[in-house]
């Protein structure tokens, strides 16, 4: 049974940072594409980050770009976001998704998701 749980959510001010972290079992880990999504209410799940299997290739919605960074320890199964310089639209609740397939920047292309964590930057 898969299973990714994601964790380090919470209440920020704008400006500053949170680090996400998702837990993975029962995959194969280490040959898995790893993204995260975020969602607001109403609204489609968004792109955010994805890294593929070995870390070597990392992708990021423009949103993200210079602000987000995308990592994973396949040694502990576990994908990270660090985001900084949070701004009140990145509220939302992130998700963590998983493929066995290659890294790709849309939902439909993730097999696992997790349950989410809900981020909220004040302003």
């Known amino acids: 049974q898969v299973q990714l749980v994601e964790s380090g959510g919470g209440l920020v001010q704008a400006g500053g940072s949170l680090r996400l972290s998702c837990a993975a079992s029962?995959?194969?880990?280490?040959?898995?594409?790893m993204a995260w999504f975020q969602k607001v209410p109403g609204k489609e799940r968004k792109f955010v980050a994805a890294?593929?299997?070995?870390?070597?290739?990392?992708y990021y919605a423009d949103s993200a770009k210079g602000r987000f960074t995308i990592s994973r320890d396949n040694a502990k199964n576990t994908v990270y976001l660090q985001m900084n310089s949070l701004k009140p639209e990145d509220t939302a609740v992130f998700y963590c998704?998983?493929?066995?397939?290659?890294?790709?920047?849309?939902?439909?292309?993730?097999?696992?998701w997790g349950q989410g964590t809900q981020v909220t930057v004040s302003s």
């Open positions: 998704a998983a493929s066995v397939r290659t890294a790709t920047t849309t939902a439909a292309g993730y097999d696992y």
């Open positions: 029962g995959l194969p880990f280490s040959r898995s594409a």
């Open positions: 890294i593929s299997w070995n870390g070597a290739t990392t």
